[in-house]
Antibody, heavy 121, light 109 residues
């Protein structure tokens, strides 16, 4: 079964740091680009970051650029998001999602179950 | 940046109804449009990719259409499990631009 499981969320003070992990199983993780997407409480989906299969290409949303770092360890089938200088507006459920590509089209599937990050004093 | 606008933002309907949700892009995205739905407390789930391709395992009552800037998701006969929030996503150009619509909450009438 294809599965993504996030971990590492929790309560952190403004200005603090947190590292999220996403463990992949059931597919050849090293062959796929991955993404982080977040959802603030009661709000819609916001794409956060992208990493290619070999880690050669990275993208970040402007809202997190310079504060968040995406990485992966293909030997461990794991994706990471290092979040520094956290702000209240970073409070959200963070999902990891696989980028599938076929015939020039791209979509996110599957998604993990999400991990909640709360930034508050 | 490409903006995605869904309408309506919310919708009340009954089991058995035919429902249509619209998504409009601020510029042409060809057929690079995906649809997801999300139930409370759960992760989004892919329904439609490339504007009209039904994801494996998704019931055939779901269909997608459109190209360019205007897209629709249609549910031919609403079932109780379909009450959820629906999001469109454009996947044109690079992943840094894969923006989502604001969502359409489909509620039971």
């Amino acid at each position: 079964e294809v599965q993504l499981v996030e971990s590492g969320g929790g309560l952190v003070q403004p200005g603090g740091s947190l590292r999220l992990s996403c463990a992949a199983s059931g597919f050849t993780f090293s062959s796929y680009s991955m993404n982080w997407v977040r959802q603030a409480p009661g709000k819609g989906l916001e794409w956060v970051s992208y990493i290619s299969s070999s880690s050669s290409t990275l993208y970040y949303a402007d809202s997190v650029k310079g504060r968040f770092t995406i990485s992966r360890d293909n030997a461990k089938n794991s994706l990471y998001l290092q979040m520094n200088s956290l702000r209240a507006e970073d409070t959200a459920v963070y999902y990891c999602a696989t980028l599938l590509t076929y015939g020039g089209y791209n979509w996110f599937d599957p998604w993990g179950q999400g991990t909640l990050v709360t930034v508050s004093s | 940046d490409i903006q995605m606008t869904q309408s309506p933002s919310s919708l009340s309907a009954s089991v058995g109804d035919r429902v249509t949700i619209t998504c409009r892009a601020s510029q042409s995205i060809s057929s690079h449009l995906n649809w997801y739905h999300q139930k409370p407390g759960k992760a989004p789930k892919l329904l439609i990719y490339a504007a009209s391709s039904l994801q494996s395992g998704v019931p055939s009552r779901f269909s997608g259409s459109g190209s360019g800037t205007d897209f629709t998701l249609t549910i031919s006969s609403l079932q109780p499990e379909d009450f959820a929030t629906y999001y469109c996503q454009q996947s044109y150009s690079t992943p840094s631009s894969y923006t989502f619509g604001q969502g359409t909450k489909l509620e039971i009438k």
